[in-house]
């Protein structure tokens, strides 16, 4: 239903760079957003390869200011101009009106505002860039924040803004999902990918104020000394930990919960089979999006923070590892005795369950207070976030835009370059992070530009694993380079889904469905239907 | 608190005029209880009890909590829940820190500094 | 006939991906949930700040009402004032919910009513800030500046001229209370009534545009839903004061 005879779609309608600029269409916004973010990608991982060159052997290279505003850089683009918006902004908003059967989020000119300031907050980043960078870490721990000569103040102007991006989006979704369902899509038939939008919405708006007021706090601060962080004016630096923990840990969740959900959505169409246990991955999504803002604690351990606080938290944080382990086992219980198709996207998802598993494990020796006193700011926590952040949130947004690929762009990319690069991807992937477990439980410490020798092994071995993996994810542009300049066109639902963004065109038309679609069965009854699925592998 | 109506519930003058009338009586009683010179602690309850009562006034009937849905009312007390887990935790924190700082003498010594900066 | 149905089916300011005006009307008023949340939040950094500092100097937050430094008169005008301006936004919206969807003579008075309120309601929004304005005056006047611009000769600070360090308040006899720290509490006056004050700014810019869209003739009872969110944003920002005035001025 909704192909336009004159083969109009949401991407040729209109053309010109004011009518994608001003879009008002969730569809264009969420190509925008993969175009940009990806971008800033790029600008992170150039910041991560200056790290892994100086890493490359023990002595000095780049010297401590560049590395540290490198590192500095590295996670400020990543966590707050990649990761966060990563998946919300670019899949959710392209497939939430589609899945729900709807022509548009609730609001769209909040949708176009949350994309210009998204626009406006990067900017000051990358004037942070140009200016001389800031050497803080992304965490901006006072007192040295407070006291820093490097252009701090930017840097908290464009995190600060990028939140409010993120809280707009959020609400869009909620609003979205709660009142532009299509009739009969009870909350029970909703794909779960929606569920996981709707666990990270509701994450978005409580959190990310709490995280505004304290880079504003902290602005303050820095201009006018007030005294609530510095202890040499009478503050507390704890008290600033509290604060940026109470948002940056739940903002993990923010971008892993999206990422969860692309999942139960591959993992369910490329292995024909219902997902296992829809109640307990719906249920258990919204128990993290609650229980991850008790826990932020568990960054704090070693920082002065009462030793009763830190049992409290790691009690706590053991607790939120168990509906992460619901869906993770409900994953694979889904691929037992399915048809698995092994396809690019099926490789990355399988990737993942890898990647994100090893990082969920090795939290909880880092939850667990006596083995973290040994093992905080040292490269085991470099690699168990890389694990769950980098690892997670990238293999998933990588594993999703393969899966609507031909829905976005009506063209199909070429799985055996697809499943090569994956395999690339994943290989250097391990080879990057593995060698830091080693490294940090030995006792190599984060943020240090030069470290003892008995290091240099594993700093090498992960140095070379990065630079491989850096290729390979040019690899993987490749693959989809290659397809928007050659691939053959999509047919109407590659895949076989049921779910309803695979009934509209595909690229689907600017008012996303001709009629209202009706929803009258779940999204994962594969058995119950016949559906042609036209690109199973062989 | 109800589910929607498709009409909306106008709520009548007197209403509003008799919200108003207890938001400004509690206004004097609070502003007079500090005249009283109770101690810090009890100071504070008091205070925070009759500002409570004012905020539940308001938002059930100015801002119409009352009559709304099911759904814009937990979100609201979602949201006063979570902000309450973010003050006990970080208080208890800080409650818990004393022994911690007492042991390092943390306070002496920078009552020691300021009388050697002050010489 | 038709036009009526026409505008039944589709009212001209029903969104085109929106069913029915229920649907449109119930989804703003979620959003300015989500909205009204996420400001709660905002503010609730600031009153962990407060906590936090009153749990290290509660001596400071006593002296500072046994010194009289905050105006309890003004700051309980104040409280009359926005009590008073929420009161009369309830009318306006009420107003609001009493305009027939036929155009005519009943559907004017209300609007009118509406707009002559909403007027109200931004004209005490000024005289809030215009007594804000004269308690600010004042106190930077007097050096009661935050942090480490505090310059009050009464009730003065230690500062390391070499370092900038503050350590605490400069007693009689040269002794450094390191438990007394007068800068942080009138740091958090200025951010906390600050930031409150800018909200006010922005409520009476809304409200202003709300009155200009009145005079344009919009609005009636299925279609109001700006006014009502407008409406929440202002409860909530009388909210914050409810908390700030016993906080900051009253309490011991």
Same mark, same amino acid.
Not at chain 1, 75 to 98: C, R
Not at chain 1, 113 to 138: E, K, M, N, Q, R
């Given at each position: 239903?909704?192909?336009?005879?004159?083969?109009?779609?949401?991407?040729?309608?209109?053309?010109?760079?004011?009518?994608?600029?001003?879009?008002?269409?969730?569809?264009?916004?969420?190509?925008?957003?993969?175009?940009?973010?990806?971008?800033?990608?790029?600008?992170?991982?150039?910041?991560?390869?200056?790290?892994?060159?100086?890493?490359?052997?023990?002595?000095?290279?780049?010297?401590?200011?560049?590395?540290?505003?490198?590192?500095?850089?590295?996670?400020?683009?990543?966590?707050?101009?990649?990761?966060?918006?990563?998946?919300?902004?670019?899949?959710?908003?392209?497939?939430?009106?589609?899945?729900?059967?709807?022509?548009?989020?609730?609001?769209?000119?909040?949708?176009?505002?949350?994309?210009?300031?998204?626009?406006?907050?990067?900017?000051?980043?990358?004037?942070?860039?140009?200016?001389?960078?800031?050497?803080?870490?992304?965490?901006?721990?006072?007192?040295?924040?407070?006291?820093?000569?490097?252009?701090?103040?930017?840097?908290?102007?464009?995190?600060?803004?990028?939140?409010?991006?993120?809280?707009?989006?959020?609400?869009?979704?909620?609003?979205?999902?709660?009142?532009?369902?299509?009739?009969?899509?009870?909350?029970?038939?909703?794909?779960?990918?929606?569920?996981?939008?709707?666990?990270?919405?509701?994450?978005?708006?409580?959190?990310?104020?709490?995280?505004?007021?304290?880079?504003?706090?902290?602005?303050?601060?820095?201009?006018?000394?007030?005294?609530?962080?510095?202890?040499?004016?009478?503050?507390?630096?704890?008290?600033?930990?509290?604060?940026?923990?109470?948002?940056?840990?739940?903002?993990?969740?923010?971008?892993?919960?999206?990422?969860?959900?692309?999942?139960?959505?591959?993992?369910?169409?490329?292995?024909?089979?219902?997902?296992?246990?829809?109640?307990?991955?719906?249920?258990?999504?919204?128990?993290?999006?609650?229980?991850?803002?008790?826990?932020?604690?568990?960054?704090?351990?070693?920082?002065?923070?009462?030793?009763?606080?830190?049992?409290?938290?790691?009690?706590?944080?053991?607790?939120?590892?168990?509906?992460?382990?619901?869906?993770?086992?409900?994953?694979?219980?889904?691929?037992?005795?399915?048809?698995?198709?092994?396809?690019?996207?099926?490789?990355?998802?399988?990737?993942?369950?890898?990647?994100?598993?090893?990082?969920?494990?090795?939290?909880?020796?880092?939850?667990?207070?006596?083995?973290?006193?040994?093992?905080?700011?040292?490269?085991?926590?470099?690699?168990?976030?890389?694990?769950?952040?980098?690892?997670?949130?990238?293999?998933?947004?990588?594993?999703?835009?393969?899966?609507?690929?031909?829905?976005?762009?009506?063209?199909?990319?070429?799985?055996?370059?697809?499943?090569?690069?994956?395999?690339?991807?994943?290989?250097?992937?391990?080879?990057?992070?593995?060698?830091?477990?080693?490294?940090?439980?030995?006792?190599?410490?984060?943020?240090?530009?030069?470290?003892?020798?008995?290091?240099?092994?594993?700093?090498?071995?992960?140095?070379?694993?990065?630079?491989?993996?850096?290729?390979?994810?040019?690899?993987?542009?490749?693959?989809?380079?290659?397809?928007?300049?050659?691939?053959?066109?999509?047919?109407?639902?590659?895949?076989?889904?049921?779910?309803?963004?695979?009934?509209?065109?595909?690229?689907?038309?600017?008012?996303?469905?001709?009629?209202?679609?009706?929803?009258?069965?779940?999204?994962?009854?594969?058995?119950?239907?016949?559906?042609?699925?036209?690109?199973?592998?062989? | 608190?109800?589910?929607?109506?498709?009409?909306?519930? @106008? %709520?009548?003058?007197?209403? !509003?005029? +008799?919200?108003?009338? /207890? $938001?400004?009586?509690?206004?004097? @009683? %609070?502003?007079?209880?500090? !005249?009283? +010179?109770?101690?810090? /602690? $009890?100071?504070?309850?008091?205070?925070?009890?009759?500002?409570?009562?004012?905020?539940?006034?308001?938002?059930?009937?100015?801002?119409?909590?009352?009559?709304?849905?099911?759904?814009?009312?937990?979100?609201?007390?979602?949201?006063?829940?979570?902000?309450?887990?973010?003050?006990?935790?970080?208080?208890?924190?800080?409650?818990?820190?004393?022994?911690?700082?007492?042991?390092?003498?943390?306070?002496?010594?920078?009552?020691?500094?300021?009388?050697?900066?002050?010489? | 006939?038709?036009?009526?149905?026409?505008?039944?089916?589709?009212?001209?300011?029903?969104?085109?991906?929106?069913?029915?005006?229920?649907?449109?009307?119930?989804?703003?008023?979620?959003?300015?949930?989500?909205?009204?949340?996420?400001?709660?939040?905002?503010?609730?950094?600031?009153?962990?700040?407060?906590?936090?500092?009153?749990?290290?100097?509660?001596?400071?937050?006593?002296?500072?009402?046994?010194?009289?430094?905050?105006?309890?008169?003004?700051?309980?005008?104040?409280?009359?004032?926005?009590?008073?301006?929420?009161?009369?936004?309830?009318?306006?919206?009420?107003?609001?919910?009493?305009?027939?969807?036929?155009?005519?003579?009943?559907?004017?008075?209300?609007?009118?009513?509406?707009?002559?309120?909403?007027?109200?309601?931004?004209?005490?929004?000024?005289?809030?800030?215009?007594?804000?304005?004269?308690?600010?005056?004042?106190?930077?006047?007097?050096?009661?500046?935050?942090?480490?611009?505090?310059?009050?000769?009464?009730?003065?600070?230690?500062?390391?001229?070499?370092?900038?360090?503050?350590?605490?308040?400069?007693?009689?006899?040269?002794?450094?209370?390191?438990?007394?720290?007068?800068?942080?509490?009138?740091?958090?006056?200025?951010?906390?009534?600050?930031?409150?004050?800018?909200?006010?700014?922005?409520?009476?810019?809304?409200?202003?545009?709300?009155?200009?869209?009145?005079?344009?003739?919009?609005?009636?009872?299925?279609?109001?839903?700006?006014?009502?969110?407008?409406?929440?944003?202002?409860?909530?920002?009388?909210?914050?004061?409810?908390?700030?005035?016993?906080?900051?001025?009253?309490?011991?």
């Amino acid at each position: 239903m909704g192909a336009h005879s004159d083969g109009s779609n949401y991407l040729n309608a209109t053309s010109g760079f004011k009518s994608w600029f001003w879009t008002v269409d969730h569809k264009r916004l969420g190509i925008m957003y993969i175009i940009t973010i990806l971008s800033f990608f790029l600008v992170g991982g150039l910041a991560a390869m200056l790290v892994r060159y100086e890493l490359l052997d023990a002595a000095p290279t780049l010297g401590a200011t560049t590395y540290n505003k490198a590192f500095t850089l590295h996670g400020a683009i990543m966590v707050f101009l990649v990761l966060v918006p990563a998946i919300p902004a670019s899949l959710g908003n392209f497939l939430v009106p589609l899945q729900l059967g709807a022509k548009d989020v609730a609001f769209p000119k909040l949708n176009r505002l949350s994309f210009h300031i998204y626009l406006f907050g990067a900017s000051f980043l990358v004037y942070t860039l140009v200016a001389g960078g800031v050497d803080t870490g992304w965490t901006f721990y006072t007192p040295y924040s407070a006291n820093s000569s490097s252009n701090v103040i930017s840097a908290l102007t464009g995190a600060f803004i990028l939140g409010f991006s993120s809280i707009l989006t959020g609400l869009n979704f909620i609003v979205t999902i709660h009142k532009m369902r299509a009739p009969g899509m009870t909350w029970t038939k909703m794909p779960l990918f929606l569920w996981a939008m709707y666990a990270t919405s509701l994450i978005q708006i409580l959190a990310t104020p709490v995280i505004a007021v304290t880079l504003f706090l902290l602005m303050v601060e820095k201009s006018f000394g007030i005294g609530i962080f510095d202890p040499a004016l009478g503050g507390d630096p704890v008290l600033f930990q509290h604060f940026f923990w109470f948002y940056s840990h739940p903002v993990v969740y923010v971008m892993i919960l999206p990422a969860f959900g692309v999942i139960s959505e591959t993992v369910t169409i490329h292995s024909r089979k219902h997902i296992f246990g829809y109640m307990a991955i719906a249920a258990s999504s919204v128990a993290i999006a609650a229980v991850g803002f008790l826990v932020w604690g568990h960054h704090m351990f070693l920082s002065g923070q009462s030793e009763m606080t830190g049992a409290i938290f790691s009690f706590i944080t053991f607790g939120v590892a168990v509906p992460t382990a619901i869906k993770v086992c409900s994953w694979i219980a889904t691929l037992y005795k399915g048809s698995i198709r092994w396809n690019t996207v099926m490789f990355y998802t399988i990737g993942f369950l890898w990647i994100f598993t090893i990082g969920g494990l090795t939290g909880l020796p880092l939850a667990t207070l006596a083995t973290d006193v040994h093992l905080h700011d040292t490269y085991f926590v470099v690699a168990h976030f890389h694990y769950t952040m980098m690892g997670g949130v990238l293999f998933a947004l990588i594993t999703g835009i393969h899966h609507w690929w031909p829905k976005m762009t009506g063209k199909m990319f070429s799985e055996k370059a697809g499943m090569a690069a994956s395999l690339f991807a994943f290989i250097s992937y391990n080879l990057t992070f593995i060698p830091q477990f080693i490294a940090g439980l030995r006792g190599m410490p984060r943020r240090y530009h030069e470290y003892l020798p008995q290091y240099e092994e594993m700093m090498w071995l992960s140095s070379i694993g990065a630079f491989l993996f850096g290729i390979s994810l040019f690899c993987v542009l490749a693959v989809w380079i290659h397809s928007l300049l050659k691939g053959e066109k999509a047919p109407a639902n590659p895949w076989g889904g049921i779910s309803l963004e695979w009934e509209t065109a595909t690229p689907p038309i600017e008012h996303n469905f001709e009629g209202q679609p009706v929803c009258d069965r779940g999204p994962y009854e594969f058995d119950e239907i016949e559906v042609k699925a036209p690109m199973a592998a062989k | 608190m109800g589910h929607s109506h498709s009409e909306p519930h @106008v %709520t009548p003058l007197k209403v !509003y005029f +008799g919200i108003f009338g /207890s $938001l400004i009586c509690l206004t004097f @009683v %609070t502003v007079g209880v500090s !005249y009283l +010179g109770l101690p810090p /602690s $009890l100071s504070i309850i008091v205070a925070m009890a009759v500002a409570t009562v004012k905020a539940t006034l308001v938002s059930l009937w100015f801002m119409h909590m009352l009559h709304d849905t099911k759904f814009n009312v937990s979100l609201f007390l979602a949201s006063i829940w979570f902000i309450g887990i973010f003050f006990v935790f970080t208080t208890l924190d800080m409650a818990s820190r004393d022994k911690v700082l007492k042991s390092s003498d943390t306070f002496e010594y920078r009552k020691d500094y300021a009388a050697e900066v002050a010489k | 006939m038709s036009s009526e149905h026409a505008h039944a089916d589709h009212p001209p300011y029903q969104a085109h991906f929106f069913h029915t005006m229920e649907q449109q009307n119930s989804s703003s008023k979620l959003g300015m949930w989500c909205f009204l949340v996420q400001e709660l939040l905002f503010f609730s950094g600031l009153f962990m700040a407060y906590v936090a500092m009153r749990y290290f100097y509660p001596d400071t937050f006593s002296e500072v009402q046994e010194r009289n430094l905050l105006s309890i008169p003004m700051g309980f005008t104040n409280t009359l004032v926005l009590l008073t301006s929420s009161l009369t936004m309830a009318l306006a919206v009420r107003e609001a919910q009493l305009i027939p969807i036929q155009e005519g003579a009943e559907a004017q008075k209300h609007r009118s009513n509406m707009m002559k309120l909403l007027l109200v309601t931004a004209i005490l929004a000024c005289v809030f800030l215009v007594i804000k304005y004269f308690e600010y005056t004042h106190k930077i006047h007097i050096g009661l500046l935050p942090g480490s611009f505090y310059d009050f000769p009464e009730w003065p600070v230690f500062k390391d001229p070499g370092t900038g360090k503050i350590l605490g308040v400069m007693g009689e006899n040269g002794i450094i209370d390191v438990r007394s720290a007068p800068h942080i509490f009138f740091a958090l006056y200025f951010v906390m009534t600050g930031v409150h004050g800018l909200h006010v700014v922005i409520g009476v810019g809304v409200i202003l545009w709300l009155f200009l869209r009145g005079k344009r003739g919009e609005f009636n009872q299925e279609n109001y839903s700006a006014v009502e969110n407008v409406g929440l944003y202002w409860h909530l920002v009388d909210l914050i004061w409810i908390f700030l005035f016993p906080l900051l001025y009253l309490v011991q």
